[in-house]
T-cell receptor
């Protein structure tokens, strides 16, 4: 199993530009999570999907952030327009959520720098 | 909101020593999980302990859970330089609720 795959690994762009982060979860997992990690705020859950449906997006900081999961094998997190304070490492994770909360498997993240 | 709080925030030890990290949480849980994060990488699941368990072992890792005190500890015995990483606890509620992660403990093992 290839694990959770994120792309790109690094992204540097100027403020105001649109940024799209991509994630391929582990096959068979029914839940996908987007996190943001910074030194100041630690690991923050932005949004999670269950069976491709967004369940809780209360962690999405602003309307500039949006996430989609068009099918079980692909998700995107988009920031438009981007701002310097969006600079962080963004992680995608997947798991199988059911009666027992199973471990999450993380990708290696996208390091985003907004200039 | 973050439920797990790790203690200490940072820990530096010599190779061969044991490292103990603690986690406290606020509400009832279904299970508690520990993760490791190496620099520049994603979090990796280490061990899961259920609410009805008190202790669990995996290799050089020992996890305890005290639900009456709402706390857990992770012990790494005979530490190695390769154990240098950040360690996070995460609490799991019931059903389809997501994990809630703490801010982590940064462990440095000096060779």
């Amino acid at each position: 199993d290839a694990g959770v795959i994120q792309s790109p690994r690094h992204e540097v762009t100027e403020m105001g530009q649109e940024v799209t982060l991509r994630c391929k979860p582990i096959s068979g997992h029914n839940s996908l999570f987007w996190y943001r990690q910074t030194m100041m705020r630690g690991l923050e859950l932005l949004i999670y999907f269950n069976n491709n449906v967004p369940i809780d997006d209360s962690g999405m900081p602003e309307d500039r952030f949006s996430a989609k999961m068009p099918n079980a094998s692909f998700s995107t997190l988009k920031i438009q327009p981007s701002e310097p304070r969006d600079s962080a490492v963004y992680f995608c994770a997947s798991s199988f959520l059911g009666g027992d909360n199973q471990p999450q498997h993380f990708g290696d993240g996208t390091r985003l720098s907004i200039l | 909101s973050q439920q797990g709080e790790e203690d200490p925030q940072a820990l530096s030890i010599q190779e061969g020593e044991n490292a103990t990290m603690n986690c406290s949480y606020k509400t009832s849980i279904n299970n508690l999980q520990w993760y490791r994060q190496n620099s520049g990488r994603g979090l990796v699941h280490l061990i899961l302990i259920r609410s009805n368990e008190r202790e669990k072992h995996s290799g050089r890792l020992r996890v305890t859970l005290d639900t009456s005190k709402k706390s857990s500890s992770l012990l790494i015995t005979a530490s190695r330089a390769a154990d240098t990483a950040s360690y996070f606890c995460a609490t799991a509620g019931s059903g389809n609720t997501p994990l809630v992660f703490g801010k982590g403990t940064r462990l440095s093992v000096i060779a």
